[in-house]
């Protein structure tokens, strides 16, 4: 009786045993198909960048003179991200539409009478970005990718961080945001490039509560005295950077600013810098680093 009670439990324990094996192999495969079934339409090139870190599968991409990932040579283009093609991207029967909080006024009732709902990263600055990565990576099962790309980023904020704390002033710092047409925006401690400044330790000259962007003056920006300037070519750089050197010439304000004496005024372009948060983050703030403490920031160029 004894021997038979033993077998029996035997023979339920290899039971349990194969039965949580089991079920875990069926976990994981259900996984691997909830992967294989997602069709995902990233509408910027931000989120390009991040799904090629976390090596999510993407059936549409934006139409952008950046350079695609090789992994999505493949993929639809689905038009530019101040407007991509609600048509296009209907066609491709996305399981998943993403685009940026930035970008979120200029999708309106198209989608909806498509029944779309886009998805709004924020990606307003490098906390933003590294929270963003890593609800991403739970939500699509690339936790080891996400703590790998949050990882790179961490490393580098913690090496500009050391560099500011060796310095008791911060470098007064105006960001410029060029539009095409021989304008611009002030960018404030708001936006994402504000806060590579911050990280890298600088102060933004021009501060705001909720406002990303600041229409420019004149006086202000002479009264701030910047000793660093910042100019963001977020749009057309083969127009706007020709238009800032211009407009630099032609303006006698910039003439006065401690920044154009001393040589110290930079242009931003992608896919280093951007208007929002991209996966270049680590690479944006050794090179802000440098700018600001020439002689003890970062090398990279």
Same mark, same amino acid.
């Given at each position: 009786?004894?021997? /038979?009670?033993?077998? #029996?439990?035997?023979?339920?324990?290899?039971?349990?045993?194969?039965?949580?094996?089991?079920?875990?192999?069926?976990?994981?495969?259900?996984? /691997?198909?909830?992967?294989?079934?997602?069709?995902?339409?990233?509408?910027?090139?931000?989120?390009?960048?991040?799904?090629?870190?976390?090596?999510?599968?993407?059936?549409?991409?934006?139409?952008?003179?950046?350079?695609?990932?090789?992994?999505?040579?493949?993929?639809?283009?689905?038009?530019?991200?101040?407007?991509?093609?609600?048509?296009?991207?209907?066609?491709?029967?996305?399981?998943?539409?993403? /685009?940026?909080?930035?970008?979120?006024?200029?999708?309106?009732?198209?989608?909806?009478?498509?029944?779309?709902?886009?998805?709004?990263?924020?990606?307003?600055?490098?906390?933003?970005?590294?929270?963003?990565?890593?609800?991403?990576?739970?939500?699509?099962?690339?936790?080891?990718?996400?703590?790998?790309?949050?990882?790179?980023?961490?490393?580098?904020?913690?090496?500009?961080?050391?560099?500011?704390?060796?310095?008791?002033?911060?470098?007064?710092?105006?960001?410029?945001?060029?539009?095409?047409?021989?304008?611009?925006?002030?960018?404030?401690?708001? /936006?994402?490039?504000?806060?590579?400044?911050?990280?890298?330790?600088?102060?933004?000259?021009?501060?705001?509560?909720?406002?990303?962007?600041?229409?420019?003056?004149?006086? #202000?920006?002479?009264?701030?005295?910047?000793?660093?300037?910042?100019?963001?070519?977020?749009?057309?750089?083969?127009?706007?950077?020709?238009?800032?050197?211009?407009?630099?010439?032609?303006?006698?304000?910039?003439?006065?600013?401690?920044?154009?004496?001393?040589?110290?005024?930079?242009?931003?372009?992608?896919?280093?810098?951007?208007?929002?948060?991209?996966?270049?983050?680590?690479?944006?703030?050794?090179?802000?680093?440098?700018?600001?403490?020439?002689?003890?920031?970062?090398?990279?160029?």
């Amino acid at each position: 009786m004894k021997g /038979s009670r033993k077998i #029996a439990l035997i023979v339920l324990s290899i039971i349990l045993v194969v039965g949580g094996l089991a079920g875990l192999f069926m976990s994981h495969i259900g996984a /691997s198909n909830h992967q294989k079934k997602a069709r995902i339409v990233a509408t910027t090139f931000a989120v390009v960048q991040i799904a090629d870190k976390l090596k999510l599968p993407l059936v549409g991409v934006p139409t952008t003179q950046n350079k695609i990932p090789t992994r999505y040579a493949h993929a639809a283009k689905v038009g530019n991200p101040m407007n991509p093609s609600v048509e296009k991207i209907a066609s491709l029967k996305p399981t998943a539409v993403y /685009s940026v909080t930035t970008l979120q006024d200029q999708f309106g009732k198209a989608f909806k009478q498509r029944h779309i709902e886009p998805h709004f990263l924020d990606l307003t600055s490098v906390a933003k970005l590294k929270q963003t990565v890593g609800s991403m990576g739970q939500k699509y099962d690339r936790v080891t990718e996400a703590k790998a790309a949050v990882g790179e980023i961490n490393q580098a904020e913690s090496q500009v961080k050391k560099v500011a704390q060796k310095h008791a002033q911060k470098p007064r710092v105006l960001i410029l945001m060029g539009l095409p047409g021989a304008s611009y925006m002030i960018a404030t401690n708001q /936006s994402y490039v504000g806060n590579l400044v911050a990280i890298a330790g600088g102060r933004n000259v021009f501060a705001s509560k909720s406002q990303e962007f600041i229409s420019p003056n004149d006086e #202000a920006i002479k009264k701030a005295r910047p000793q660093v300037i910042l100019r963001l070519a977020h749009a057309l750089p083969n127009i706007v950077i020709p238009q800032f050197k211009s407009e630099f010439k032609s303006d006698p304000i910039w003439k006065t600013t401690p920044a154009v004496k001393s040589h110290r005024v930079y242009d931003l372009t992608e896919p280093n810098f951007d208007a929002t948060a991209n996966m270049k983050a680590s690479t944006a703030l050794k090179i802000v680093s440098n700018w600001l403490y020439p002689k003890e920031g970062s090398s990279a160029h």
